[in-house]
């Protein structure tokens, strides 16, 4: 069993920045890959970014690409967000999720975290 538990969301403006946190326990996740989707209402849940712990890999969305940039710091069993240039299209509930292998589909991961919100103001 794996525990996500993330925080770090809020208000920002357009064009502002934030961090999310995803904080890991329980059993064996760092053998999982960690990741970051996202979703609006209205909309499907839809991936941001992943990072393997077992390396420097990491994968994004075409949308955040040079903006988001994932990482994690393998003392404290925490994987971040670095979210930069935000737009209003980037709101929405960000949740933290673990799984066997890197995907974009969300059914490949196995763990979520309750998710944060992310509210920008343009």
């Known amino acids: 069993q794996v525990q996500l538990v993330e925080s770090g969301g809020g208000l920002v403006q357009a064009g502002g920045s934030l961090r999310l946190s995803c904080a890991a326990s329980?059993?064996?996740?760092?053998?999982?890959?960690m990741g970051w989707f996202r979703q609006a209402p209205g909309k499907e849940r839809e991936f941001v970014a992943a990072t393997t712990w077992s390396s420097s890999n990491t994968y994004y969305a075409d949308s955040v690409k040079g903006r988001f940039t994932i990482s994690r710091d393998n003392a404290k069993n925490t994987v971040y967000l670095q979210m930069n240039s935000l737009k209003p299209e980037d709101a929405a509930v960000h949740s933290c999720t673990a799984g066997p292998i890197v995907s974009e589909i969300s059914r490949a991961y196995a763990y979520w975290g309750q998710g944060t919100q992310l509210a920008v103001s343009s």
């Open positions: 329980g059993r064996s996740f760092r053998s999982n890959t």
